[in-house]
RNA sequence: GGGGAAUUAGCUCAGUUGGCUAGAGCGCACGAUUCACAUUCGUGAGGCCACAGGUUCGAGCCCUGUAUUCCCCACCA
């Protein structure tokens, strides 16, 4: 088939997708070692964004490369129901249209999402399939299968039998926009300036006042104490008596904690049990009252009147003048302090008493860390693995509670007589049931996404269950976000060595945030967000996956690099052209063999394709993918292209050829999947029709000359010195090239006339003139004028002085004593090497200026 | 308050355990070109590797400090 001139990679890739599919290339073969990588599953609704093309692609070169090195590889996909992301955006929808989940059972809010998101699921696969991933699509988890969901009960269930499950009321983090909790680490701090008042409450058993600071002066609505530290010898005797709370007027005691800093404001605390995690351990180690002052809306309840259903910044305000009607204001100060938002909305998250469950993650922690320390898992970058390590150390009990409809109902009872005898039942469709006469009422909050996710590797491969894909557990590499180490990766870790006692992946590689072109974090609001889509339309799928990952180094954000994304384009022509050329060089249908070198040139690209593929084996075992596609890039332009196919002009060995342009597509392939298949089957050299690119064998060491291949290498320095020094030249004359026997000229003659765009014709001289090629070691000339000569002699002195320095840091080193005795002789012999190279070398350009001379 | 990362060419970034002339892509300059590719070819310019000390025969890399930038964590009322 003859190919167009340029690579147009829209016209090839859906197709090219499409046969990969079918051929069941994607799918494990059950032959080789296994290999594993689980997707960290997108969200089922939504578009892929750029850090998702980075992230798939990264695991599909690795996938590719194993499966071409013939290991039995699995890529399971997955689509996550994301809980409360697909909640936010369906209630937005919602409100929209006028109505809101008030109006709507759970059952049907549920069966709502699960269609709109039904409906879109599509759009992200169809996404994914662009990006030219390789993942076995007869896999795919979705995160509500009922498998998931068996798992995630089952492994509840085992919680709560060992007692790290437990239900009570604790401070949680509340969003009143979205009505709902969220786990400790889905808050987003941030500094924000503010001011911290000073209150004064009248003593009632003495006379005077205690002044207490506080930035939350409303809440003082809702104080059932206030704290001074115990060694504090300012409230000391105030300690056990009791002050009047200003505008309610109630009656609270003075107590002494611990947890109080006595340099910081006052050194006293208002206590405010409801809404502080902080006061609420006060309260607990004091029995003090709580009183809920602030409601699920944000609004003031259980206060005066004059307060009630006022938004927490309106009571604010307002207690705030109060306090300075009634002259209990001892002035304020500016202050900055962290405040939790809501990472979806921004909403300032409101502490509150709720009834929730939580996981006990101390002693899955633990176990966790032992395995860590035991360095049973790679970490890239390796300092990550302290990182984790540091944030088990200091684990908090997790709030799995999340009350919105959409995700996996929570499997629990409530007997309806008494609120605390709680019953495991995963009847979640009823809304009672009835044990032994006894009715419950079911749990009406779902799972936090995590709960489930964190469950991923031992789901998907079926672990438990001993299924088909249980022999791909634990998965090989973890490749995801750096900011998924404490959501994501640390609970795989605990809830994998929870539940099966083992790791739940043997490596972990964390790649870094894609910004923008400025460096700059991608977002809606800044509308600098690149759409990965768009790339592949306008340059093509592998040119993005190759521009994406060029340059990029383990969990470092970094910019977009549009400009590599280009070169990617660019490469992929070059390789389409190569293919061009060297098809049409070839003519008929190649045999691809072994290769038998013949030329110079033959035995010296049989030698660089095993180095470039030694090299990127090393790199891809180490993770370095944008050195791996810098090597194989350089090692097909460079050497093939420019090299290779240049000689081939002159002259060609047809089945050499053949192997040089099956061997450049295969190493090319993980990195350029799509242009390198298409070439592939476009060439049709391999006749069995199940024979793709993308499962063929990978390169491996083939046997050449070394002698011949450096006689090569040393013919390009020649062509190399020949280009430079005539592009020195003044005008665009053609030259002749003299030399004196040397056999390598003798036989190369067409060849470096083919090379040097330059010189025109290859003499043999008895006797040399003209300018000499100096750096090449060899007796060779070029046949130009004394006129042209004089003219380039300030070149020569040039060079000379760059030859001179270079000889006089060569011998001072090698002066050195200590040199010489404390460095590797290999170094020592190489700089004696080089000096005696640069000292003849720096011979012959001194004979050359004394003949201008 | 604690921790981490970064600082290398005009831009975006590589640089594995220290090894001698620090690389890539893009951009720039000069030149080439009917005959695979202008998404091309050839040649080149451009770097006190943030700064100051130290260790070493030798430092972009290791150590100490400084500056700047970014990120994460934190129950700073």
């Not at 059950?30 to 798939?56: E, F, Q, T």
């Not at 509308?527 to 190759?546: H, K, Q, T, W």
Request: glycine share 6%.
């Amino acid at each position: 088939m003859k190919l167009a001139k340029q690579y147009t990679p829209n016209e090839f890739e859906p197709t090219i997708y499409a046969m990969w599919e079918q051929s069941g290339a994607f799918q494990p073969s059950g032959k080789g070692d296994p290999y594993s990588m689980v997707m960290p599953p997108p969200n089922a609704n939504g578009n892929l964004h750029i850090g998702h093309a980075l992230d798939m692609n990264l695991k599909d070169i690795l996938a590719r490369w194993r499966r071409m090195q013939g290991r039995d590889v699995a890529f399971i996909p997955g689509a996550d129901h994301a809980g409360f992301e697909t909640w936010v955006v369906y209630e937005r929808r919602l409100h929209e249209s006028g109505s809101s989940r008030f109006d709507f059972t759970r059952e049907q809010l549920y069966s709502q999402v699960w269609d709109f998101v039904d409906a879109r699921r599509g759009d992200m696969e169809l996404q994914l399939r662009a990006l030219g991933i390789s993942c076995s699509w007869d896999d795919l988890v979705f995160t509500l299968d009922e498998k998931v969901i068996d798992t995630v009960y089952d492994t509840f269930k085992s919680l709560w039998d060992d007692g790290l499950v437990y239900r009570g009321e604790r401070i949680v983090n509340y969003c009143t926009t979205h009505q709902t909790s969220f786990a400790d680490i889905e808050v987003e701090h941030k500094n924000e300036k503010s001011k911290l008042w000073n209150i004064a409450y009248p003593l009632l058993d003495k006379r005077g006042e205690i002044v207490v600071a506080t930035t939350r002066p409303e809440t003082m609505l809702g104080d059932t104490a206030i704290a001074v530290h115990p060694d504090d010898e300012r409230y000391k005797d105030l300690v056990g008596t009791r002050v009047q709370l200003p505008i309610t007027n109630r009656e609270i005691e003075i107590v002494a904690d611990e947890h109080v800093d006595m340099s910081f404001g006052t050194g006293a605390v208002k206590v405010t049990p409801a809404h502080d995690p902080n006061d609420f351990e006060i309260a607990q180690r004091h029995q003090l009252n709580v009183i809920n002052i602030i409601d699920e809306q944000g609004k003031m309840t259980n206060v005066p009147a004059a307060f009630m259903g006022l938004t927490v910044l309106e009571a604010r305000k307002k207690v705030v003048a109060s306090l300075q009607a009634s002259e209990d204001l001892r002035g304020s100060e500016d202050i900055e302090h962290s405040v939790g938002h809501c990472y979806k909305c921004g909403t300032i998250i409101e502490p509150l008493m709720k009834d929730q469950w939580f996981l006990k993650l101390e002693p899955l922690a633990k176990e966790a860390i032992v395995k860590l320390k035991e360095h049973a898992i790679d970490f890239y970058p390796s300092q990550k693995v302290n990182e984790i390590i540091a944030y088990l150390g200091q684990i908090r009990d997790w709030n799995i509670s999340r009350q919105i409809p959409w995700g996996i109902p929570i499997p629990a009872f409530v007997n309806v007589d008494d609120p605390k005898d709680w019953i495991f039942d995963t009847r979640v469709d009823q809304e009672t049931i009835d044990v032994d006469g006894t009715t419950y009422k079911r749990e009406e909050d779902t799972f936090d996404t995590w709960f489930s996710s964190g469950q991923w590797p031992y789901v998907v491969t079926d672990y438990l269950s001993k299924g088909e894909l249980s022999r791909f557990f634990p998965t090989d590499v973890m490749e995801t976000g750096g900011d998924l180490l404490r959501q994501w990766v640390s609970r795989m870790i605990m809830l994998s060595v929870y539940r099966t006692g083992e790791i739940p992946f043997k490596t972990v590689y964390f790649h870094g945030m894609v910004n923008d072109e400025h460096n700059q974090k991608m977002s809606k609001s800044k509308g600098n967000v690149i759409n990965p889509m768009e790339m592949v339309s306008e340059f093509g799928s592998d040119a993005l996956r190759m521009g994406i990952i060029s340059g990029r180094s383990p969990s470092q954000n970094q910019a977009f690099n549009r400009g590599a994304v280009i070169a990617g384009r660019n490469f992929c022509n070059k390789l389409w052209n190569v293919s061009r050329f060297a098809e049409d060089l070839i003519g008929g249908q190649p045999e691809v063999t072994k290769p038998m070198p013949k030329s110079l040139a033959d035995h010296w690209i049989v030698r660089q394709l095993n180095e470039a593929r030694a090299a990127i084996d090393t790199q891809l075992e180490q993770f370095r993918f944008s050195e791996a596609s810098d090597t194989m890039y350089h090692a097909i332009w460079d050497d093939v292209a420019d090299w290779y196919l240049e000689v081939s002009k002159v002259e060609k060995n047809t089945e050499m050829l053949a192997w040089v342009l099956d061997t450049s597509l295969k190493l090319a392939h993980p990195f350029a999947p799509f242009v390198t298949e298409t070439i592939w089957q476009s060439l049709g050299w391999h006749d069995d029709a199940t024979d793709n690119l993308i499962s063929t064998t990978w390169p491996v060491d083939e046997t050449y000359d070394e002698i011949a291949a450096t006689e090569f290498s040393r013919f390009k320095n020649l062509v190399t010195e020949a280009r430079f020094v005539t592009a020195e030249l003044p005008g665009n004359d053609k030259y002749t090239l003299l030399y004196m026997d040397d056999a390598l000229i003798e036989d190369n003659e067409g060849l470096l006339r083919h090379l040097v765009r330059s010189v025109d014709a290859v003499k043999h001289v008895d006797q040399g003139k003209g300018l000499r090629l100096a750096s090449s070691g060899r007796d060779v000339w070029l046949d130009i004028s004394e006129e042209t000569l004089y003219e380039h002699q300030a070149n020569l002195e040039r060079r000379l002085a760059e030859v001179h320095k270079s000889i006089k840091a060569l011998e001072a080193r090698l002066e050195n004593k200590s040199y010489i005795d404390k460095a590797p002789e290999h170094l020592v012999a190489e700089s004696r090497d080089k000096l005696a190279a640069e000292k003849e070398h720096a011979e012959r350009l001194e004979h050359e200026l004394e003949v201008l001379r």
